[in-house]
């Protein structure tokens, strides 16, 4: 018999639907019902492409006994972090704060008003290396909450007076500087993988926001050395099994540090930040490379991700089916000499092998290996890897596809269309820029709706249930201000507008800070409020680059203020922590150049609105249009006459402008260099 998640629109939780498991979706009824029976609540958070919330739902939850013990001694409240992460933010927290780390599947014990008392990650079903077995645990925690009540109480107490006495130490006085942006630089060359690329040891995951910093920073200072950094980094990501070499698009993270053998799944807003990395490569050194790998991903996304309804899905898993219809990680992607053989025959199986770094003993487990570019193979035939590419690709095609996480989560959706829109304008993709558009329509249609409030997710159409948190709103705004840039439609502009609005009303608190709900959100144990990028852009570092973008096409004193106030947490995490603060950093260098407004009066998609967009100066807006409506719909456009009848670009910066040109050479060289003024 189906349980109450059967109510939800969240992939994850649908997979549990079907659990011997009485779960309950995060809601007041749950905590009242454990209130009722005076019982703990289990909180049990994943997310749909976690390889061993899988395991843990295959081995705990989907066992009879291990179920019935669950129904009768706890209400069992099963969160998606996806759509819920304030819950998972405020509970993750308490985790890493008790046990030193943290992780999914995420286990907490609760009383019925929400205070943790006892936590975990994954319990195996039989005790092993040190870990209680998933019974123990619950025994233990049933035994403490019946016999040792004023213990748990206090246990509680004292780890949420200790989460709210952890109050954020936020920059204080002042934006990051050059002196601070030197120092984040220095500590990123320290952790800096000369050999492999890329950040710190095993697991390595993909520092896009990290590498955006580093292209801003050679942009605005000529800094060859974090331009090497951020090349060499790429390249090595595109060469490695991080990257998809014949479908494209990136998994997740690799388990080691040459970027050999990922976790397999690929998640939505890695490959959305990858895809603008590797266009802004590009953009700086004219790469071949970084032009493949950025076209290969944003059509990874359309072809793999897009939903029927022009949005984007959230991710695909790491598991798939094997050929003995086993469920197992990366089976879709990896390859023996032997199905190499299969399929190409023995000369173009060795050709493959050699070209793709397939093994006899294999690079990944049972024999098997993850394609990848060694490079060691010498000069190579482009047609016959073409050739090898499109036959390999189209037997795996025949293989059992790994499961699709369908729901459209918004901030990601926003990453993706700056992405799409970017690369679309850059390599004369106007198909992408529609993608992006679309997405953007559905966002606007369906996630802000009649209630004129961001919600968070939606699936088939439908709106989800939660609200929007600031990362929703601050990368969705990101990307409708890419969009605006790209296809001179100022409706984006005001769309944006909208979104930062609701963030300085709602989500604002004193000298600048931000928080991650809005203040009239659910009150949770601790409102959650985290400035460091982990796997995206921090809402709060998010929030800071649209509101400077958006100061910079309006005018607006109240975005540019909010803006320089966030970004204090920046001046006070990027000497210490540069790796975890990499769009803040991207943000301080975009303030530090200005940023740049570019204004071209004249027709949309025209060379000088190209060169416009090509231009490398560090977070630059752009308006295009023409005619005398064109200042309506864009501040900066107003009063920009077109030259003897040429279209005509205008450069400003801290209120000052340089003389309108008409010629696209001029253009480029005028957003090329260091700023003046």
């Not at 109450?4 to 498991?21: E, F, G, I, M």
């Not at 529609?434 to 159409?461: F, P, Q, W």
């Not at 959650?528 to 929030?543: I, K, L, M, N, Y």
Request: proline share 5%; with cysteine; aromatic share 8%.
């Amino acid at each position: 018999m189906a349980n109450r998640l059967a109510q939800t629109t969240s992939p994850y939780l649908l997979q549990h639907v079907d659990n011997p498991v009485d779960w309950w979706p995060w809601s007041p009824e749950a905590f009242e019902e454990a209130r009722r029976r005076d019982v703990p609540v289990l909180l049990s958070v994943g997310y749909a492409a976690c390889h061993w919330c899988h395991v843990m739902a295959h081995e705990s939850f989907e066992d009879e006994a291990t179920a019935a013990y669950m129904n009768e001694h706890f209400v069992s409240v099963k969160v998606d972090r996806e759509e819920r992460p304030d819950v998972d933010a405020v509970y993750m927290e308490a985790v890493q704060a008790a046990t030193g780390h943290g992780g999914w599947p995420m286990t907490v014990f609760l009383t019925a008003d929400g205070e943790p008392f006892y936590f975990g990650t994954y319990f195996p079903p039989e005790a092993r290396h040190g870990s209680p077995s998933f019974r123990q645990v619950l025994e233990g925690v049933a035994a403490a909450w019946k016999d040792r009540r004023d213990e748990v109480a206090e246990v509680a107490g004292r780890i949420v007076a200790d989460l709210a006495g952890r109050s954020l130490v936020h920059g204080g006085d002042g934006v990051p500087g050059e002196s601070e942006v030197a120092q984040a630089l220095l500590g990123l060359t320290r952790e800096y993988d000369e050999q492999h690329g890329g950040f710190g040891g095993a697991p390595k995951f993909p520092p896009s926001m990290a590498v955006e910093f580093l292209l801003r920073h050679y942009a605005r200072t000529g800094s060859e050395g974090a331009l090497q950094m951020a090349a060499d980094t790429c390249a090595a990501m595109a060469r490695g099994g991080i990257y998809d070499q014949l479908g494209g698009g990136f998994a997740r993270y690799s388990v080691d540090r040459e970027w050999i053998v990922p976790h397999f799944e690929k998640m939505l807003y890695d490959n959305a930040l990858l895809c603008r990395v590797y266009a802004h490569l590009w953009r700086a050194t004219g790469s071949d490379e970084a032009r493949r790998i950025a076209l290969e991903t944003a059509d990874f996304m359309v072809r793999e991700l897009r939903t029927a309804e022009g949005g984007f899905a959230s991710a695909l898993d790491a598991d798939s089916e094997d050929a003995d219809g086993r469920h197992v990680e990366g089976a879709y992607y990896v390859w023996t000499p032997a199905q190499l053989r299969e399929v190409l025959g023995e000369d173009d199986a060795a050709f493959a092998a050699a070209y793709y770094g397939v093994t006899e003993d294999g690079t990944f487990e049972e024999g098997a290996s993850v394609l990848r570019l060694p490079g060691d193979a010498g000069p190579v035939d482009a047609d016959r890897v073409a050739d090898v590419r499109a036959r390999l690709l189209a037997a795996r095609e025949q293989r059992p596809r790994p499961g699709r996480d369908d729901k459209v989560v918004a901030a990601w959706n926003g990453l993706a269309i700056a992405a799409l829109a970017e690369t679309g304008a850059y390599f004369d993709r106007p198909d992408l820029v529609e993608r992006a558009t679309e997405a953007a329509d559905l966002l606007v249609r369906v996630h802000l709706g009649e209630v004129a409030r961001l919600t968070r997710t939606s699936k088939d159409g439908r709106a989800g249930d939660n609200a929007g948190v600031l990362e929703d709103y601050g990368d969705v705004a990101e990307g409708f201000l890419a969009l605006a840039a790209v296809t001179g439609e100022g409706a984006w502009l005001e769309f944006a507008g909208f979104l930062l609005d609701i963030v300085l009303e709602q989500f604002t608190g004193e000298g600048g800070q931000l928080y991650d709900t809005a203040h009239d959100a659910e009150q949770l144990i601790r409102r959650p409020q985290d400035p460091t990028d982990s796997a995206t852009p921090s809402g709060w570092t998010a929030a800071a680059g649209a509101l400077l973008s958006y100061a910079a096409y309006t005018g607006s004193e109240p975005h540019r203020t909010a803006a320089e106030g966030a970004l204090g947490v920046v001046k006070a995490l990027g000497p210490r922590v540069p790796r975890f603060v990499g769009w803040g950093l991207a943000v301080a260098e975009a303030l530090l150049d200005g940023p740049r407004e570019v204004a071209v009066a004249g027709s949309v998609g025209g060379e000088l609105h190209r060169t416009a967009l090509l231009g490398r100066a560090p977070g630059a807006v752009v308006a295009a249009g023409e005619g005398p409506g064109a200042g309506a719909e864009f501040p900066l456009l107003v009063d920009r006459p077109l030259v003897d009848g040429q279209p005509t670009a205008y450069v400003c910066r801290h209120f000052v402008c340089s003389a309108p040109t008409t010629d696209a050479g001029e253009l480029a060289a005028a957003l090329a260099g260091p700023a003046g003024g």
